[in-house]
């Protein structure tokens, strides 16, 4: 995975909660074989009516969110089911960053693992992002090394992460490669459990 | 003896490989299950690196999501047939065991698991789906993952996991007649929202929950993750013991006696404390139906959508009535259905299928209404036949299909079209789940059957205690 240390993009508000995986990508989506090429269905239902025309009545479609790699979002963003599909098309789309007041368990996973930053704030902090960038040209730089996003006007927040995640997306790190450093370890726990 | 734990710390506890500092455990893996499609980006990753499979011994493969349920035979979409000829690749390459779409094991991943004996108390279990919470009927620690950490368990047989909080939903009480293990956790849902078991793993506790057959802790578990846990369990008993007495991948005889002494060991010890608990009356539980587009809307049968002005989040409600095509403080049993999906890994069991064939028995389908029954694999269809049940569903207008995950999520031809409403047992009614623009309730077997017949909502226990023939 891309090692990601600041980021600086335009803002897309999605005020609504739980929105899950199935929104994210639809199912009809899931049956490619490859990680890439997903960012074409994101949000498909909701882009896109049911003979492939754009809706102009979804916001992400109009002009002035075009480039927009900042997400916001409401609460249980990435819910339901496992497929590591959302956070690929998500990425695919170009979203580096989203905000929410909380993430799904195993969504949050699987975008570390392909390094999003998610970043669980206040509510109220999001509600009022939301307004400002609701017109779209509202821009917010997140550093993660500072763990400090700053908006266009100059304010600041501070967020929180676990050092750990941080680590690896500052880093870029494959886990696998990681774990199989430990490969005594796992070999010697095999034997002693006999399994 | 130590400190009481709970199964959770138990289990946790004998998987740690490794532990650091700041770091997540490294957690070994007893059973992968893989299916066709949250796996091909794992191989290909795989391949990539030129790495291994480390224990093809411990994964086990089937394909679900994507087979046709009638004429199996003709796989019309060509990317889903290359989906599943990329899985029969996969495995021969790697050399792992698969139950194609012809093999007699084969059957829903969720349903199989338990199905062959793979699902035991005490293993951690993994599978790219989020149902894999329903082997946790069984005592074990089972959660879904994604695609990357399918790779990594591949290729290491372990998994970083961070130590999960633990969560005690404990049922006070007895279910009354006539309420079914899906009406108890789609209540536990409704009171408790779609996020309550975030960051947690639950354990559901209480004499409710232990003197549920299998199959109804199964349905329990396995919508788990709709409360947003990944992983719920229920201590093991000797229902789980004799469930698996005599399966084909338990050992037999004195091993077997070993292992159940073993296995009974796990269950939570008494004075155990729990991160947090909640607790839920059985007995106010009643037959339950959802109405909009995430699980926690949901109300008692003999209620109504709600009125906006005593919500929170307004808007989300509001865009949830209209995607389904309701009104505010509508009467649930005004709600007309056309379509009726018996199956899904929450509710495709034999047991799941008898409940449904004794209400359909003897009555028709009404007019009108396409009302299809998928058993969750093939030896729960083959059993089912046996019993005369195809016989039953068919003569009352139900189609009999063959098994697989159909209609809970479209990915093959079983979709349920735009504006389409259906009784479904299974897990999510998310927007577009079942097709784009469908509108799916979520109910149990019992009310899906029962819904069948009446073409809308009816609370079953009218057609159970004999008020309606």
Redesign the interface.
């Given at each position: 995975m891309e090692a990601i240390k600041e980021h600086k993009g335009l803002v897309f508000p999605l005020?609504?909660?739980?929105i899950?995986t199935?929104?994210i990508i639809?199912?009809?989506f899931?049956?490619?074989?490859?990680?890439t090429g997903f960012g074409q269905f994101v949000f498909y239902?909701w882009r896109f009516d049911?003979n492939g025309n754009k809706r102009e009545d979804f916001d992400l479609n109009k002009p002035q969110f075009d480039g927009a790699s900042i997400l916001l979002a409401?609460?249980?963003f990435g819910?339901?089911?496992?497929?590591?599909h959302a956070?690929w098309a998500l990425l695919d789309y170009g979203f580096r960053v989203v905000i929410a007041p909380?993430f799904?368990?195993?969504f949050y996973?699987?975008a570390l693992?392909?390094g999003i930053i998610l970043i669980k704030m206040e509510e109220s902090q999001i509600l009022e992002w939301m307004k400002q960038s609701e017109d779209g040209a509202f821009y917010l730089t997140v550093d993660l090394q500072k763990q400090e996003i700053q908006d266009q006007n100059g304010g600041t927040v501070d967020f929180d992460i676990?050092?750990?995640h941080k680590e690896k997306l500052l880093n870029g790190w494959d886990?696998?490669a990681l774990?199989?450093l430990?490969d005594d370890?796992?070999k010697a726990?095999?034997e002693s459990?006999q399994? | 003896m130590g400190k009481p734990k709970t199964i959770i710390e138990k289990i946790w506890e004998?998987h740690v490989?490794?532990q650091e500092e700041?770091?997540?455990d490294?957690l070994?893996i007893?059973q992968h299950l893989i299916h066709e499609?949250?796996s091909?980006?794992a191989f290909?990753g795989l391949r990539l690196?030129n790495?291994k499979v480390?224990r093809p011994d411990?994964t086990f493969a089937t394909m679900d999501?994507?087979v046709p349920t009638k004429n199996r035979e003709v796989v019309k979409?060509e990317?889903?047939k290359?989906?599943m000829e990329?899985l029969r690749k996969n495995c021969e390459d790697f050399g792992i065991k698969l139950a194609d779409m012809f093999h007699p094991d084969q059957g829903i991943v969720h349903v199989i698991g338990p199905q062959l004996g793979l699902t035991q108390p005490g293993k951690t279990i993994v599978c790219?789906?989020?149902h894999?919470s329903t082997h946790g009927a069984f005592g074990a620690l089972a959660?879904?993952?994604?695609?990357?950490?399918v790779?990594?368990v591949l290729?290491?047989?372990?998994l970083?996991q961070?130590r999960p909080k633990t969560l005690n939903v404990h049922v006070k009480g007895d279910l009354g007649p006539g309420v079914t293990a899906k009406d108890l956790i789609l209540a536990i849902i409704a009171k408790f929202g779609?996020?309550f078991g975030?960051?947690y793993v639950m354990e559901y506790t209480g004499e409710a929950i232990h003197k549920l057959p299998m199959e109804g802790r199964m349905t329990i578990c396995n919508m788990s993750?709709e409360g947003?846990?990944?992983a719920g369990l229920i201590s093991p008993d000797e229902t789980t013991v004799e469930f698996l007495r005599g399966r084909e991948y338990v050992p037999e005889g004195e091993a077997f006696e070993k292992k159940a002494q073993e296995w009974l060991e796990l269950a939570t010890d008494e004075g155990a404390v729990y991160d947090r608990t909640v607790v839920i009356n059985a007995e106010e539980v009643e037959p339950q139906v959802s109405w909009g587009t995430?699980p926690s809307m949901c109300v008692p049968v003999g209620g109504t959508t709600p009125s906006l002005d005593e919500v929170d989040?307004k808007?989300?409600v509001k865009?949830a009535l209209d995607y389904m095509g309701l009104e505010e403080n509508q009467p649930i049993t005004s709600i007309e259905i056309d379509h009726v999906f018996i199956g899904s890994c929450t509710n495709s069991r034999l047991r799941d299928l008898q409940k449904a064939a004794d209400i359909i028995k003897g009555r028709k389908v009404k007019d009108g209404v396409k009302a299809i029954v998928v058993p969750g694999s093939f030896s729960v269809k083959l059993e089912a036949e046996k019993l005369g049940l195809d016989e039953i569903f068919k003569e009352a207008g139900f189609e009999w299909r063959d098994s697989g995950c159909s209609m809970c999520?479209?990915?093959n031809d079983d979709i349920v079209p735009?504006g389409g409403r259906c009784a479904s047992t299974s897990n999510?009614n998310?927007?577009?789940?079942q097709g784009?623009?469908a509108r799916t309730h979520l109910v149990s077997p019992e009310m899906a059957a029962a819904a069948a017949v009446e073409g809308r909502f009816i609370d079953v226990r009218k057609f159970q205690s004999g008020v309606l023939n």
């Open positions: 005020n609504r909660t739980n899950d199935d929104q639809p199912k009809q899931l049956k490619r074989i490859e990680r239902n049911d409401g609460e249980n819910c339901g089911s496992s497929r590591e956070p909380s799904a368990d195993i996973n699987n693992k392909n676990p050092a750990y886990d696998i774990t199989l430990l370890k796992i726990y095999e459990t399994v | 004998k490989v490794h700041g770091k997540p490294l070994y007893d499609v949250t091909p980006q290909e690196n790495r480390r411990l999501h994507n979409d990317i889903s290359k989906q990329t790219g789906d989020s894999t959660f879904g993952i994604g695609t990357s950490e790779e990594h290729a290491t047989q372990t970083m961070e779609v996020k975030t960051g993750i947003g846990a990944r995430n989040h808007e989300d865009r999520l479209g990915m735009a999510r998310f927007e577009g789940r784009n623009g």
